[in-house]
């Protein structure tokens, strides 16, 4: 399986080449692996970085939110996690980037919310 083929729900554009043990540039645009959602994020080119690949620092803040996707075996599963009220559970991944830590608010719905971590190298799958 290719990595474009493991690329999670809505990641757009282009990936390119891996850029550092943390990044890799694609079209426009920065991905890392978050380790709260398990999936790379995009950080675009519209933001401002400090340049330096192995300890980036990103700004402002980064909002990544939808709905809560059901996971089986590290995999979308195509469907929804449901409240009791039938609906979507809404999800949210915020953060600050900050020479190579990653800050999370608390407003996330992962477990994460409120921690800081180092930026985690991307997973083998990921890597060139």
Known sequence: MGLLSRIP????????????PYLRRG?????HWCPACHELHILPDSW???????????TPSFRH???KRTVVDGKWAGTWEFGPDGKPLPWCCHYIMTAGMI??????THSLAGK????????LGYRD
């Open 103 to 108: 800050s999370f608010c608390g407003d996330c």
């Open 116 to 123: 800081i971590v180092p930026i985690p190298e991307l997973p």
């Open 27 to 31: 079209q426009n645009e920065y991905f």
């Open 9 to 20: 729900n809505g990641i757009s554009g282009l990936i390119m080449g891996q850029v550092s």
């Open 48 to 58: 401002q970085f400090n340049g330096d690949l192995n300890k980036p620092t990103f």
């Open 65 to 67: 939110t939808g709905m």
